[in-house]
């Protein structure tokens, strides 16, 4: 415990963070832990690595993600803006570095020397656009150049997704800002005429993008088949194992489709969860993040600063979005996307991004922070 009357970071920190998104993120990245030790031996030994490979390296993550966390958490408004600047800056460059120079897997090219830089891109890009939006309401603030600002910031990032091709983070990234959008009072004409703009661009993709084109079909028409191989292949699999578990599992270890699944601890890591720890498991797991979710909207909504009450709830839909694409994904009820589940799924680039943004979000909602300073606001 910390007396009152002491005073320095750690203890302000200490006083002022809430303790139940820390213990609920911590929770995550624990489960995390136990779902690759259940989902990712049978990958490994297909591919021929270790049986552990995945395992030791998601538990590796766990120090330099709690690390980074933490770190994040202790930003006050004005630095979070800063960092958040610099980190979009660099994630933006490694795109289109990846673009030009990038391996291409699968048909898209979003590496480049092992990292995924549109994971890191999402953070950032929600705490620009909060502050974008809340800026043009700021007494004495040029309005037109920071809402110029937010309105270019959106085609500026997902132009360099869509040419990987990632509709995925595409998709996330304009629910998020359309929140954002919202959020900042503009009026209803505008929320409709982007909203207009936004189904537009769908049916453009999907009449002119044969990557969109095929995966809407093959959902829609899932006896498609192509190349003697159904495209709907994991997504039915997916539904099929967390069927075969029933409501209670087969039990840790004792999985079958995990074995037939190449994305089972990344994309399809809920799938095996339902399969070996049941439904009730499932719905324990959508209970956590949907806590997340509330708890991080009713944070913001506390909050007296519109920047920091705005970018925590960017962060906190962007988190709650990306959370419901996963798992809606598993149980077939929209496309695949390619979207891993928070803290849950196998990935380096997406555990460190996702350590960054809910780092923000603790910092954006600790409570010292409610009644800005006149510095914080530069």
Same mark, same amino acid.
């Given at each position: 415990?910390?007396?009152?009357?002491?005073?320095?970071? /750690?203890?302000?920190?200490?006083?002022?963070?809430?303790?139940?998104?820390?213990?609920?993120?911590?929770? &995550?990245?624990?489960?995390?832990?136990?779902?690759?030790?259940?989902?990712?031996?049978? /990958?490994?030994?297909?591919?021929?690595?270790?049986?552990?490979?995945?395992?030791?390296?998601?538990?590796? &993550? #766990?120090?330099?993600?709690?690390?980074?966390?933490?770190?994040?958490?202790?930003?006050?408004?004005?630095?979070?803006?800063?960092?958040?600047?610099?980190?979009?800056?660099?994630? &933006?460059?490694?795109? /289109?570095?990846?673009?030009?120079?990038? /391996?291409?897997?699968? %048909?898209?090219?979003?590496?480049?020397?092992?990292?995924?830089?549109?994971?890191?891109?999402?953070?950032?890009?929600?705490?620009?656009?909060?502050?974008?939006?809340?800026?043009?309401?700021?007494?004495?603030?040029?309005?037109?150049?920071?809402?110029?600002?937010?309105?270019? #910031?959106?085609?500026?990032?997902?132009?360099?997704?869509?040419?990987?091709?990632?509709?995925?983070?595409?998709?996330?990234?304009?629910?998020?800002?359309?929140?954002?959008?919202?959020?900042?009072?503009?009026?209803?004409?505008?929320?409709?005429?982007?909203?207009?703009?936004?189904?537009?661009?769908?049916?453009?993709?999907?009449?002119?993008?044969?990557?969109?084109?095929?995966?809407?079909?093959?959902?829609?028409?899932?006896?498609?088949?192509?190349?003697?191989?159904?495209?709907?292949?994991?997504?039915?699999?997916?539904?099929?194992?967390?069927?075969?578990?029933?409501?209670?599992?087969? %039990?840790?270890?004792?999985?079958?489709?995990?074995?037939?699944?190449?994305?089972?601890?990344?994309?399809?890591?809920?799938?095996?969860?339902?399969?070996?720890? %049941?439904?009730?498991?499932?719905?324990?797991?959508?209970?956590?993040?949907?806590?997340?979710?509330?708890?991080?909207?009713?944070?913001?909504?506390?909050?007296?600063?519109?920047?920091?009450?705005?970018?925590?709830? =960017?962060?906190?839909?962007?988190?709650?979005?990306?959370?419901?694409?996963?798992?809606?994904?598993?149980?077939?009820?929209?496309?695949?996307? =390619?979207?891993?589940?928070?803290?849950?799924?196998?990935? =380096?680039?997406?555990?460190?991004? &996702?350590?960054?943004?809910? %780092?923000?979000?603790?910092?954006?909602?600790?409570?010292?922070?409610?009644?800005?300073?006149?510095?914080?606001?530069?």
């Amino acid at each position: 415990m910390v007396a009152r009357t002491e005073r320095g970071p /750690v203890a302000d920190w200490l006083r002022t963070v809430d303790p139940w998104l820390l213990g609920a993120f911590g929770a &995550l990245m624990a489960i995390g832990v136990v779902m690759a030790l259940a989902a990712s031996p049978a /990958v490994a030994e297909r591919i021929g690595l270790d049986p552990f490979h995945f395992v030791n390296r998601q538990t590796a &993550l #766990l120090i330099p993600c709690a690390a980074i966390l933490a770190a994040t958490s202790f930003l006050s408004p004005r630095h979070a803006r800063r960092a958040a600047l610099l980190l979009y800056a660099v994630s &933006l460059a490694l795109i /289109v570095a990846a673009l030009m120079f990038g /391996v291409e897997v699968k %048909g898209s090219r979003r590496w480049i020397a092992g990292v995924q830089p549109s994971e890191f891109i999402k953070p950032a890009f929600v705490v620009l656009a909060a502050w974008a939006f809340t800026e043009g309401g700021r007494a004495g603030a040029p309005k037109g150049l920071s809402r110029a600002f937010a309105f270019l #910031l959106l085609p500026l990032t997902i132009v360099p997704l869509i040419l990987e091709p990632d509709f995925g983070q595409t998709m996330l990234i304009s629910v998020v800002w359309g929140a954002l959008f919202f959020m900042a009072g503009l009026h209803w004409f505008w929320v409709l005429g982007l909203g207009g703009v936004g189904a537009f661009g769908g049916l453009l993709a999907y009449e002119f993008s044969p990557h969109v084109h095929d995966r809407i079909q093959h959902f829609l028409n899932p006896d498609t088949v192509a190349g003697g191989v159904s495209d709907t292949f994991q997504v039915d699999t997916a539904l099929q194992a967390i069927l075969s578990g029933g409501w209670f599992g087969r %039990g840790p270890g004792e999985g079958l489709f995990k074995r037939i699944l190449p994305d089972a601890h990344t994309d399809f890591v809920f799938a095996v969860a339902g399969e070996e720890f %049941g439904i009730i498991a499932c719905l324990g797991l959508i209970a956590i993040f949907g806590f997340v979710v509330m708890r991080g909207l009713w944070l913001a909504s506390r909050n007296c600063d519109p920047f920091s009450r705005s970018a925590a709830a =960017g962060l906190t839909i962007m988190f709650g979005v990306q959370s419901w694409i996963n798992m809606a994904v598993n149980l077939r009820a929209i496309p695949a996307k =390619g979207m891993t589940l928070p803290f849950i799924s196998y990935g =380096g680039s997406s555990e460190l991004a &996702l350590a960054i943004g809910m %780092g923000f979000l603790i910092a954006l909602t600790r409570r010292n922070l409610a009644t800005p300073s006149v510095l914080d606001r530069a």
